[in-house]
């Protein structure tokens, strides 16, 4: 799925978001063509020449050394994540180093204690999340806060494709256009990282196809990782809910995380949800291979 064309994009995508002044040099006081830094004004800040950085922009330089990349991720103020995913689209491996597909991979087969988790979390909404954002298992108590995952196909049990998909996701989610960016930054790192995964290949290109706003997400090359934050909520039946949630890494299987949301002990959010699983009712979990 990488290709120089996505490096190009990549690096005009990050260079278009500074300023002259962002990177220390000053500016010329005149009108630009375009937003943001010029070519030369990275090479400079970067210390490489103008006609390499060029090149790579254009996708004609084979081979580029960690240390330039990581020059580069200097001027152009990425994070972790956006310095890795350069590392990855620029064909150099990551510190951490790729990791292929395995069989145990393309069956996402959870393991009994992972569900017996679920199961125990019985007032924390949590599920089991796969590859290219599938949802693999969940509990009741996620069943109730995002919708029973059992009556959809098993190939629509995918966070990506309900929140740019399922209309619905649009009232459920406070702030609906953070969450649909988080989500395409965390598909497009997923992408660096394991760019010959059919199934990944096969979720982008349905959501490129149907959603403009996924186009539009997808085009601005952010990367986005999930570990933990906190939702915004309204829910149809209980309202407003304020919900952190963290997401647990499988140790030997990193592409299943089990994701857990929570609400702050005494607050409105917490009173709400007790309310909420009391209310709705008992919704089997599931599991589902791919």
């Known amino acids: 799925m990488s290709s120089p064309t996505d490096l190009k994009d990549f690096l005009k995508s990050r260079r278009s978001r500074l300023t002259p002044e962002d990177i220390g040099l000053p500016t010329d006081g005149g009108l630009r063509r375009v937003a943001g830094l010029r070519r030369e004004e990275v090479a400079m800040a970067a210390a490489i020449s103008v006609d390499y950085y060029t090149r790579m922009e254009q996708g004609r330089v084979s081979a580029v050394s960690a240390e330039i990349l990581d020059a580069l991720a200097g001027v152009l103020r990425l994070d972790e994540e956006e310095t890795r995913h350069l590392h990855r689209i620029a064909g150099v491996t990551p510190r951490s180093g790729p990791r292929q597909l395995t069989d145990r991979d393309q069956k996402q087969t959870v393991r009994s204690t992972l569900r017996s988790m679920l199961d125990s979390l019985m007032g924390h909404p949590a599920l089991v999340m796969g590859r290219a954002m599938t949802v693999l298992a969940w509990n009741r108590a996620a069943a109730a806060?995002?919708?029973?995952?059992?009556?959809?196909?098993?190939?629509?049990?995918?966070?990506?494709?309900?929140?740019?998909?399922?209309?619905?996701?649009?009232?459920?989610?406070?702030?609906?256009d953070e969450c649909a960016r988080e989500n395409a930054g965390y598909l497009r790192l997923e992408a660096g990282r394991y760019p010959g995964d059919?199934?990944?290949?096969?979720?982008?290109?349905?959501?490129?196809?149907?959603?403009?706003?996924?186009?539009?997400?997808?085009?601005?090359?952010?990367?986005?990782?999930?570990?933990?934050?906190?939702?915004?909520?309204?829910?149809?039946?209980?309202?407003?809910?304020?919900?952190?949630?963290?997401?647990?890494?499988?140790?030997?299987?990193?592409?299943?995380?089990?994701?857990?949301?929570?609400?702050?002990?005494?607050?409105?959010?917490?009173?709400?949800?007790?309310?909420?699983?009391?209310?709705?009712s008992d919704s089997p979990h599931n599991t589902v291979s791919s």
Do not use: C
Request: aromatic content about 8%; cysteine-free.
């Open 198 to 280: 059919p199934l990944l290949t096969s979720v982008i290109g349905e959501l490129a196809v149907k959603s403009p706003e996924f186009r539009t997400m997808w085009a601005d090359h952010r990367v986005r990782d999930k570990t933990s934050g906190t939702k915004n909520f309204h829910h149809p039946i209980v309202g407003d809910l304020r919900l952190s949630y963290e997401a647990l890494r499988v140790v030997d299987n990193p592409r299943q995380a089990l994701v857990v949301y929570s609400a702050e002990p005494g607050s409105t959010s917490a009173d709400a949800l007790r309310l909420l699983l009391d209310w709705t």
């Open 145 to 176: 806060l995002l919708g029973d995952f059992g009556n959809r196909a098993p190939a629509d049990r995918n966070i990506a494709k309900m929140t740019f998909l399922d209309h619905s996701s649009r009232g459920l989610y406070a702030d609906w």
